[in-house]
C-alpha cells in the first residue's frame, strides 16, 4: 500500500489521466529496488546473475512456465531469455531486449550508496535507477500485467535480458544470434520521453531506429630511434603528432538519412533559435555551410550530422633522453549508419597523409549495423501507446550515438527500435555517472504504454 501510496502522490503531473494497475506499479518499483541492490558491475563479485534469477523468479510467479524462463551462465555474468508462447507458432516472435548489468560505482564518491536504493522527492535512486534496471522491471510488470488480465497474443513474446552490455556485449551477440528469427527488437534501452525543464511536463518523445558503429583505429608510426643529442628530421612523435592534428581538423561528409531528417524536423521546435534554423536549413539541404558550421559547433549535434573521430589516447618514446623509436594513438569513431569501418579506416590513413603511419582495426564489442526501417506497424503502435498516457504528445525518430544492444540485432538484419518509455529531464540524466536517479512517477504511465504497444504488436 506504501509504495503504491508513493507513486500516486509523485505522479500527478503526469498521471492526470492515465489508468492504474495497482499492482503492475507496485510490482515495477519494488523489483527495480531488489535490482538496484545487487551489485550488477562487471568483474569479481559479479552479481548480474542473481539479478537474472530476481526477474525469473517474478516472471514464473506471474505466470510463465518454468520451463519457459532460462537462465545461461556465461563467465562471471549471465543471460536471460524467458517465452512466453503466443497462439501461432507460424508467426515470428515479438522480442522486448534489455540488459542487466550496470557500470561501475564507488560509493565514496556519491551522496547515496549506489547500491541502496532509495526514493527521495519522487526520484528513485541508485545505479541503474536509468540504466536501466528501472526500465527493466517496468517492461516486466508491464508483460505480467497482461498476463493477468488474460491476454493471449497470437505472436510469441520473448523477453530477454543480457549480461554484459556494458563491457563486451558477448551475451548480447549471442542472444541475437539464437533470436535470428524476430520479427521485430522493442529495446527497452533506447527512446524516451523528454521534460520540460521548469514545468516538468512531457515535451516530446523519440524512438531510436538507428544507433552509429562504434570503432577504434589504432595508429602507429615506428622509427630507428637514437640519442636525443643527435636529433634526426624523422621524428615518430612528430610525425603521429602532425597526423593527429590534420585527422582532428578533418570533418567527414555531412549526411542525412530518413530516420534522421525526420529527427531535425521536428526536434528543431525545442531548440534555440540558432539550432533549430540550422536544424531545419540541414534536413533540406545537407551541404548547407553555415548549418553545416552552427551544428558542427554544437556538441549535442554534431555527431548526428555524420562520422565522427577523434584521438582517445597516445603513447610514445621510451625514455627521456632518447628519440622515439615508437609512437601510438587511438582514434575512436562514431560511423553513420550505412558505411563499413574499413571505408572508414582508409579515408583516415588518406588524411593522416604520411605512409611511415600504419593503421589499424583495433575494435572490440562492436559489428556495423543499417538503419532498422521505418516501419509503418511499428510506427502507428508507439505513436498510439504514447497517446494513450500523453495525447497529442509529439513523437518521432532519433538516432543514438551510442551502441546498445539493438546493433547485434540489426546485425542479423532484424528491426530493432529504441523504446523506452521512461520520460526524464535531460538535467536529471546522470547515466553512467554520480547520483543516477529517475522519477518515480513514470511506472503507471509506462505500463499503460505497454499494454498498448505489446498488444498492437504482438495480436498479428
Not at 86 to 104: F, R, Y
Not at 309 to 320: E, F, L, P, Q, Y
Not at 390 to 407: I, N, Q, R, T
Amino acid at each position: 500500500m506504501f509504495i503504491t501510496a508513493l507513486l500516486a502522490s509523485a505522479a500527478a503531473p503526469l498521471l492526470a489521466a492515465t489508468p492504474s494497475h495497482p499492482q503492475a506499479d507496485a510490482q515495477a518499483l519494488d523489483l527495480a529496488k531488489k535490482a538496484i541492490s545487487l551489485r550488477s558491475v562487471d568483474g569479481p563479485g559479479d552479481q548480474t546473475p542473481q539479478v537474472a534469477a530476481l526477474y525469473r523468479d517474478a516472471l514464473v510467479a506471474g505466470g510463465f512456465a518454468p520451463g519457459d524462463v532460462t537462465i545461461t551462465p556465461f563467465g562471471t555474468t549471465a543471460y536471460l531469455i524467458a517465452t512466453w508462447p503466443g497462439k501461432n507458432p507460424k508467426l515470428k516472435p515479438l522480442v522486448i531486449s534489455g540488459h542487466m548489468d550496470v557500470v561501475e560505482a564507488k560509493p565514496s564518491d556519491w551522496q547515496r550508496d549506489p547500491f541502496t536504493p532509495v526514493v527521495e522527492n519522487g526520484y528513485l535512486y541508485g545505479r541503474g535507477a536509468t540504466d536501466m534496471k528501472f526500465d527493466g522491471t517496468i517492461a516486466i510488470a508491464a508483460v505480467l500485467e497482461l498476463k493477468r488480465q488474460g491476454y493471449q497474443p497470437e505472436r510469441t513474446i520473448i523477453v530477454e535480458f543480457s549480461g554484459d552490455e556494458e563491457t563486451r556485449m558477448k551475451t548480447s551477440a549471442i542472444i541475437a544470434e539464437k533470436l535470428s528469427n524476430a520479427e521485430l527488437v522493442l529495446n527497452i534501452d533506447g527512446g524516451g520521453g523528454s521534460l520540460d525543464e521548469k514545468t516538468g511536463k512531457p515535451l516530446y518523445f523519440t524512438w531510436q531506429g538507428a544507433e552509429k558503429t562504434y570503432a577504434d583505429f589504432e595508429l602507429t608510426v615506428t622509427n630507428p630511434g637514437g640519442h636525443s643529442s643527435a636529433p634526426r628530421k624523422l621524428n615518430a612523435i612528430n610525425q603521429l603528432a602532425a597526423a593527429l592534428v590534420r585527422i582532428g581538423q578533418y570533418q567527414f561528409k555531412p549526411e542525412v538519412s530518413d530516420l534522421t531528417r525526420a529527427y531535425f524536423q521536428q526536434a528543431a521546435a525545442y531548440q534555440t533559435p540558432d539550432i533549430a534554423a540550422a536544424m531545419r536549413a540541414f534536413a533540406a539541404d545537407p551541404t548547407d555551410k553555415a548549418a553545416i558550421a552552427t551544428l558542427t559547433g554544437n556538441p549535442a549535434t554534431i555527431g548526428k550530422i555524420g562520422t565522427t573521430c577523434v584521438t582517445t589516447m597516445i603513447s610514445g618514446g621510451h625514455a627521456i633522453n632518447a628519440l622515439p623509436q615508437r609512437a601510438t594513438a587511438n582514434i575512436n569513431c562514431r560511423i553513420f549508419p550505412g558505411h563499413k569501418p574499413a571505408d572508414i579506416m582508409k579515408e583516415l590513413e588518406q588524411v593522416a597523409a604520411d605512409p611511415a603511419i600504419g593503421l589499424k582495426d583495433v575494435t572490440e564489442g562492436s559489428v556495423a549495423n543499417d538503419p532498422s526501417p521505418m516501419r509503418a506497424d511499428f510506427v502507428a503502435a508507439v505513436t498510439k501507446a504514447m497517446g494513450t498516457i500523453h495525447p497529442g504528445l509529439p513523437v518521432f525518430p532519433s538516432m543514438a550515438s551510442g551502441a546498445s544492444d539493438s546493433m547485434w540485432f540489426r546485425y542479423h538484419h532484424v528491426p530493432s527500435y529504441g523504446a523506452s518509455p521512461v520520460f526524464i529531464k535531460d538535467s536529471d540524466d546522470f547515466s553512467h555517472g554520480l547520483n543516477e536517479r529517475t522519477p518515480v512517477d513514470n511506472v503507471a504511465p509506462a505500463i499503460t504504454y505497454y499494454l498498448s504497444l505489446l498488444t498492437d504488436l504482438s495480436k498479428k
